[in-house]
């Protein structure tokens, strides 16, 4: 799955960590974080052994209860050598018709 991930004519890859730690991603996404952070460096460096694409945007929807792990998200997409990285809030709304 992963060479016909990288072979696919996909330019961005966006994945919605939101944490960074296993604590908080286990509270939040309820599974296990390690078994992600192995398949984003797998993904990673797979995808830098033939080429620079997808680029890889890593981002974390900031929330009261996790604002303190900010500086570690962005030190943990920094160190699995994400392209990009992005954290902010969440902003639900409707349109009245």
């Known amino acids: 799955m992963l060479k016909s991930l990288l072979k696919s004519p996909l330019k961005i890859?966006?994945?919605s960590l939101d944490a960074a730690t296993?604590?908080?991603y286990y509270k939040i996404r309820g599974d296990d974080f390690?078994?992600?952070i192995k398949n984003i460096q797998?993904?990673?460096?797979t995808r830098n052994k033939?080429?620079?694409y997808p680029l890889?945007?890593?981002n974390m929807?900031?929330?009261r209860s996790k604002i303190e792990e900010?500086?570690?998200f962005i030190e943990l997409a920094t160190s699995l050598g994400a392209d990009m990285y992005s954290c902010g809030t969440l902003i639900v709304g409707s349109v009245k018709k």
């Open 56 to 58: 890889i945007y890593m």
């Open 70 to 72: 900010v500086t570690d």
């Open 42 to 45: 797998l993904l990673i460096g």
């Open 61 to 63: 929807t900031l929330m």
């Open 50 to 52: 033939k080429s620079s």
């Open 34 to 36: 390690n078994k992600v």
């Open 13 to 15: 890859i966006n994945i």
């Open 22 to 24: 296993q604590k908080t």
